[in-house]
């Protein structure tokens, strides 16, 4: 039983962090039709940010914990938005060349990252109450878990009523259903798009420094990593769905984990696997509207 | 038409040659024998390399005979022949796939494990392994094919990856982060070893003029044809009564059957295979290829890989230099990242360049010929 | 009647969609007051010159309104200028509730709620339902509100009937009715007997072109024409079967028949 609680902790951990990736490339997704490589570049850039803040303020204490969250979501904010109004902007419409610029973008960058920061992996350090344990039906659960779940769950409940209860969020769950009528009813959807980059970074960021306090290290190759596992996820859970993002990261990671656990390792596999089964069963995912 | 002035009616045929470009004019009346000489000289000159001594200093390491500069060329040839067969998929039948590392590690890895586990000899090794890939193409094209767009590119990526984990972790097998060797027990001595580098320079030539006579052949087929259109407009192709998902499925496994034969050119050219080839990073760098050279040209692909593994080798040479070593911070660490560069030039042919090298190319060409256009009439006149 | 000029003016305007010409070369002008309705058989390009106007196809060609060219503007500047879209097919927002469509469509800080809740009663009350739960009628009541609410100089309306049941037909014509008061109305049209009823004006086209522009009550009273260009009667009834002068009408149809 210990073990189970364990298994679903550390899956929930995992789950939090493909959330804050896959949120934003979902939105951006449903509401764009853009596939952004470049996001696990933000999420990179975010954890690099937090980590150079907290190595500033001494390490590990919860302000700095607190501050390099911050600095890691503001950073990666800013990195979408420069990616939406520079290189995005100009492409508009046109989708193919839109993910070839974040492909580019995404190899640059991580070359640039291991220009600056070196191959090796970082390690980084938390406050002491991440190295302790809290037992739950007797499983010994690390509390950094705690913290990447509840992040992931203040994200999601911010994104929500973000969408539900402002004009933005009005406009993009417009704009995901059909954005040519929202430009026809006076709107400038563009202005969405960068809102939603905006947001998808910041997650990212955020997700960031919460990955390298999972992991316990940063690397120029954090994002690409977990990238593709949010790619995964966000098919599972339908594109341009947040809900289905959501209920996708937690299965798919609640899986990985149990099947490395059990199945010796075969948590990827198992992860494509189910990938090939959502599509042979239900080609538009969990929640998606169109295939 | 308001000109009535025309003296010959048949001057106007050539008109369309210059802009056209690789693939849409070849078929006219003189083009075709003339380009086909071209070509033909190309790979002729091509194939005399490794035994003349030419020196092109910034652009190669050494002299043509040299076996460092012809591991290099022969490298060149290889991407051109993979750069050729994602063409296919990406460029002819506008599928995105993000996946197509798989089915050169497929090559690769098939071969070397097949060579190493077994007593086959390396033909009857290299149709086992062809047949292996062709069965994995087809049932994961079958299953990707499902989904459209954007959920087919991750889907392809996601089945790489998978094909990427499985070489990481039987490291019994694959050799994992190793890599494998070649075991060449089985190979023959002419393609073995540094001083035979020839071989395989001649080995990787025949692989280009076989794919790209095999591409250019499929394009050319009528499920060639069927596929560009489904590309265009796939709602039309349903109308006509024929079936889309076949034609793509066909274009996804001719495209991915030709990729396992580069796969094994590579792993001989290599003496072995490490896990990057089935990385997702290898995958963009085809795409970045394809790109670079020019998007549903022929010629582009060839181009783009020539260009960039020339280009990435000597950008790493570049970024070891001292002259980089000694320049600021700001600069030092850019230049020192030869992918950086290659990202950033790829960023900036997409957004400035649409048509790529090729495209770039045919530009220039055609401003030059429309700026000496009125020698030209009188010169090809007197046919027929 | 003020002798102002035209709201729309068009001048030879063509859109493609992909590679496909759609519309030609069309010429029209919607004036100041009342309905100009834009007849024509399905596929000559009716929607796609009204979509080519708010610029969402590719097009080219003039196009201004009120005597200023806003042919080069995205889509959002258009409607901003006072142009109100009601889009074939309702193009609700399905996953909003009918208060959200509303509140999305408001475009000045007091939008016509009264008129809006005064012409449709049942779908305010209906304020919290998703809109891809109403009935296509509801559904297209909502898509005429969201036009209705602004303040408009044009009203661009494609289609408002189809598919609906005639007792709708019948309401959501006495809504263009009472809309056409304040604001001019270009009106796509396949029901005749609505076209007849609202229609001060008429512009017919045939293969992507303007083929007639007249007097609509003139047009839709003569059989004989209606059949030429339409190529259906009158009653709406059958199809004229007329493979005939549908490309070339005969001279007398490109008369300027305007009144003022």
Known sequence: MSTVVLLLATGLGLGALYFLVASGLSLIYGLMGVLNFAHGSFLTLGAFAGWETARRLGGDSWGSLLLSLLVGAGVGA???????????????????????????????????????????????????????????????????????????????????????????????????????????????????????????????????????????????????????????????????????????????????????FYLSGTGDLVVVLLLATVLLVRPSGLMGARA | ????????????????????????????????????????????????????????????????????????????????????????????????????????????????????????????????????????????????????????????????????????????????????????????????????????????????????????????????????????????????????????????????????????????????????????????????????????????????????????????????????????????????????????????????????????????AGARTRAGRPATPAAGEDGP | MSQSGPVLRVRGLSARIGQQQVVEDVTLEVPAQGVTALLGRNGVGKTSTIKAVLGLVERNGVVELDGERIDTLPTHRIVQRGVGYVPEDREVFGSLSVEENLRLAERSANPRRDLVADLFPDIIARGQQAAGTLSGGQQQMVALARALLNDNRLLLVDEPTKGLSPKLVGEVTEALERAAQVVPILLVEQNLVVARRLADRAVVMADGRVVHTGDAAELLDDEQRVVSLLGVGSTGSSHGSSHDSGSHPDPSTHDQEVRS
């Not at chain 2, 097998?173 to 070649?182: A, Q």
């Open chain 1, 78 to 260: 800013l990195a979408a938005v420069l990616t939406e109004l520079l290189l995005i902007r100009r492409l508009y419409e046109r989708h193919i060349e839109q993910v070839l610029v974040t492909v580019g973008l995404a190899l640059a960058t991580v070359a640039l990252f291991d220009g600056i920061w070196g191959t090796d992996a970082i390690f980084v350090t938390g406050p002491g109450w991440f190295d302790e344990t809290t037992t739950i039906l007797g499983a010994r659960v690390p509390n950094d878990r705690f913290l990447l779940i509840g992040v992931a769950l203040l994200v999601l409940g911010g994104i929500v009523a973000f969408l539900r209860f402002t004009r933005f969020g009005l406009v993009i769950r417009a704009g995901v259903e059909n954005r040519s009528m929202v430009t026809a009813l006076g709107i400038d959807v563009r202005r969405a798009f960068t809102v939603v980059f905006a947001i998808g970074g910041a997650a990212a960021g955020l997700g960031g420094v919460l990955a390298s306090h999972y992991f316990g290290y940063v690397s120029p190759q954090l994002g690409g990593s977990l990238l593709i596992f949010a790619f995964i996820v966000t098919v599972i859970g339908g594109l341009g769905s947040l809900l289905g993002a959501a209920i996708a990261s937690v299965v798919v990671a609640v899986l990985q984990q149990m099947a490395n």
């Open chain 2, 1 to 364: 038409m308001s000109t009535t002035t025309d003296t010959h009616p048949d001057t106007g045929t050539p008109q369309p040659a210059a802009p056209a470009g690789p693939t849409g004019g070849a078929r006219r009346g003189a083009g075709l024998p003339l380009r086909l000489l071209a070509v033909l000289g190309l790979v002729v000159l091509l194939a005399v390399l490794p035994l003349i001594n030419v020196s092109v200093p910034g652009v190669l390491p050494g002299a043509t005979y040299t076996p460092g500069t012809l591991q290099l060329m022969a490298l060149a040839l290889v991407f051109a022949s993979l750069a050729l067969t994602y063409h296919v998929i990406f460029g002819v039948a506008g599928l995105l796939s993000f996946g197509h590392a798989l089915y050169l590690a497929i090559g690769a890895y098939g071969l070397g494990i097949v060579l190493e586990r077994t007593d086959l000899g390396l033909v009857p090794a290299m149709l086992l392994t062809l047949l292996g890939g062709a069965v994995v193409a087809l049932v994961l094209g079958a299953v990707g094919l499902r989904v459209g767009g954007i959920s087919f590119a991750m889907v392809t990526l996601a089945f790489a990856q998978a094909g990427s984990v499985l070489i990481r972790r039987n490291s019994d097998v694959t050799g994992g982060e190793e890599g494998l060797r070649l075991d060449t027990t089985n190979v023959p001595d002419a393609f073995v070893g540094v001083t035979d580098t020839r071989n395989l320079y001649w080995v990787a030539l025949v692989l280009l003029v076989v794919v790209f006579a095999l591409v250019t052949w499929f394009e050319r087929s009528r499920a060639g044809h069927v596929a560009a259109a489904t590309r265009e407009n796939e709602l039309r192709v349903r109308v006509l009564g024929l079936r889309p998902f076949a034609v793509k499925l066909l274009a996804f496994v001719t495209g991915s059957v030709l990729a396992v034969v580069v796969g094994m050119v590579y792993l001989l050219l290599q003496s072995g295979a490490t896990p990057r080839v089935a990385s997702a990073d290898f995958t963009l760098t085809i795409l970045v290829i394809v790109v670079l050279g020019g998007l549903g040209s022929r010629w582009g692909a060839v181009v783009g890989g020539i260009v960039y593994t020339l280009l990435d080798q000597r950008l790493t040479t570049l970024a070891a230099s001292d002259a980089v070593e000694s320049l600021p911070a700001v600069l030092s660490v850019p230049l020192g990242e030869p992918l950086f560069i290659l990202g950033t030039l790829f960023i900036l042919v997409v957004l400035f360049v649409p048509g790529g090298l090729v495209g770039l190319g045919a530009r220039l």
